[in-house]
């Protein structure tokens, strides 16, 4: 069982930066993959972005280029660090772990990073 705890969420104008942070407790992450995701009311929860076992990421479109994912094993933390927020960046954001699931595909392999385990959140506004 993985324990998940959000914090560094707040307000910030457009533009600007924020760096979440999720710390892990009850069992070590290593073997496991970690992923941000965000929701806004109304709307389903989107993954943001994930980071496997062995460093592998992955990106949502919408924040490439933007959003770094990074994580520390050995301090059983996740972080997403944030610039150029935009308004449409405002949601909850939520930390996530799972077993990576990996699937073939016509060209090769890919993976992905199902939530087994949930925080309860960290509330990101971002004003124009």
């Known amino acids: 069982q993985v324990q998940l705890v959000e914090s560094g969420g707040g307000s910030v104008q457009s533009g600007g930066s924020l760096t979440l942070s999720c710390a892990a407790s009850?069992?070590?992450?290593?073997?496991?993959?970690m992923a941000w995701f965000r929701q806004v009311p109304g709307k389903e929860r989107e993954e943001v972005s994930a980071?496997?076992?062995?460093?592998?990421?992955t990106y949502a479109d919408s924040v490439k280029g933007r959003f770094t994912v990074s994580r520390d094993n050995a301090k059983n933390s996740l972080y997403l660090h944030m610039n150029t927020l935009k308004p449409e960046d405002t949601a909850m954001y939520y930390c996530a772990a799972g077993l990576t699931i990996v699937m073939p595909t016509t060209t090769g392999t890919r993976w992905e990073c199902p939530a087994d385990y949930w925080g309860t959140g960290t509330l990101v506004t971002v004003s124009s």
């Open positions: 980071v496997d076992s062995d460093g592998s990421s």
């Open positions: 009850g069992s070590t992450v290593n073997k496991y993959c």
